[in-house]
């Protein structure tokens, strides 16, 4: 049922103009954090750990103001979504960094683009298929209609989508070979023996390890991008990922792959999705924050 009114109020969504739309999501958002939901207390975790030099009274707010984009966020995948695609793109006002992106597509060696949990993620990869070929691993829904939706509307343009798993990455490897760009949310949590802990402001996170075993295996270019929420639209950035990203030495990688999230992240921290539970794996013997 959750998920029949969540594609319900997607469609709806759709029928409406973005910047309604992000009225109505705004009102979702800010519900979440009048009724002290879970994502509200997530977020307040979250902040605790990553910014414990805020105040209280500082980190309510933000967790508050971050409960509003999030809301956005998903009253926005009824446009982005469902409208078509040159539509949705002219939402775009500006780009930062392109040159970044078609430097690194001139070299030939393929391009990994991280798109983390900020913003709109969405659009974000609808533009980088929008500009040429643009693998992209996904998590399918349980739910099938939910799944299709999803499916129908990540792979317009030239994205092709492949299933996160054994198979889904030999075709991002094979990509990426020929030169093509992939895009990976690089702060999801992977799957128990799929990452290793790695500072994410200051806090052990359990870390993917596929961008950094990609990297070495193709000689690829890793790039930052996002699609930061402004008063009319969207503006992408595009940025150089940190050098440690690079390294062989896979401590060091994994660290250099946190760092490059949280540079978007310092960017418009109100703008990233803290109520996502980046820290529900631990190192041996240390409790869950979330269960405190």
């Given at each position: 049922m959750k998920t029949k009114i969540s594609i319900a109020f997607i469609k709806l969504m759709s029928l409406f103009?973005?910047?309604?739309?992000?009225?109505?999501?705004?009102?979702?958002?800010?519900?979440?954090?009048?009724?002290?939901?879970?994502?509200?207390?997530?977020?307040?975790?979250?902040?605790?750990?990553?910014?414990?030099?805020?105040?209280?009274?500082?980190?309510?707010?933000?967790?508050?103001?971050?409960?509003?984009?999030?809301?956005?966020?998903l009253a926005e995948s009824g446009p982005v979504w469902l409208w078509p695609a040159e539509r949705i793109l002219d939402a775009i006002v500006d780009v930062e960094g392109a040159e970044l992106l078609q430097k690194a597509r001139d070299l030939g060696k393929g391009v990994i683009i991280l798109g983390p949990h900020h913003g709109n993620w969405e659009l974000m990869?609808?533009?980088?298929?929008?500009?040429?070929?643009?693998?992209?691993?996904?998590?399918?829904?349980?739910?099938?209609?939910?799944?299709?939706?999803?499916?129908?509307?990540?792979?317009?343009?030239?994205?092709?989508?492949y299933p996160a798993d054994a198979r889904g990455v030999a075709a991002?490897?094979?990509?990426?070979?020929?030169?093509?760009?992939?895009?990976?949310?690089?702060?999801?949590?992977?799957?128990?023996?799929?990452?290793?802990?790695?500072?994410?402001?200051?806090?052990?996170?359990?870390?993917m390890t596929l961008v950094s075993r990609l990297l070495q295996k193709t000689g690829a270019i890793a790039l930052l991008?996002?699609?930061?929420?402004?008063?009319?639209?969207?503006?992408?950035?595009?940025?150089?990922?940190?050098?440690?990203?690079?390294?062989?030495h896979m401590p060091k990688s994994l660290a250099g792959l946190n760092k490059t999230v949280e540079m978007a992240v310092k960017d418009a921290p109100e703008q990233y999705q803290w109520e996502y539970k980046r820290f529900r794996y631990q190192p041996e013997g240390r409790q869950e924050p979330y269960k405190a």
């Open positions: 103009s973005l910047k309604t739309a992000r009225k109505v999501g705004k009102l979702v958002g800010f519900c979440a954090y009048l009724v002290n939901s879970r994502s509200y207390k997530t977020s307040l975790c979250n902040l605790q750990l990553c910014f414990p030099d805020l105040s209280e009274k500082e980190r309510r707010d933000l967790a508050r103001l971050s409960l509003i984009n999030t809301g956005m966020a990869g609808l533009y980088l298929s929008s500009l040429g070929k643009c693998s992209q691993l996904y998590q399918a829904p349980r739910n099938t209609e939910l799944n299709a939706l999803l499916y129908l509307a990540r792979s317009r343009a030239n994205a092709k989508m991002v490897l094979g990509a990426l070979k020929k030169g093509e760009m992939t895009g990976i949310l690089p702060d999801q949590v992977p799957i128990p023996g799929a990452g290793d802990f790695a500072p994410f402001f200051g806090n052990d996170a359990y870390t991008a996002y699609a930061k929420r402004t008063e009319t639209g969207f503006r992408v950035i595009i940025k150089q990922a940190n050098t440690d990203i690079y390294a062989k």
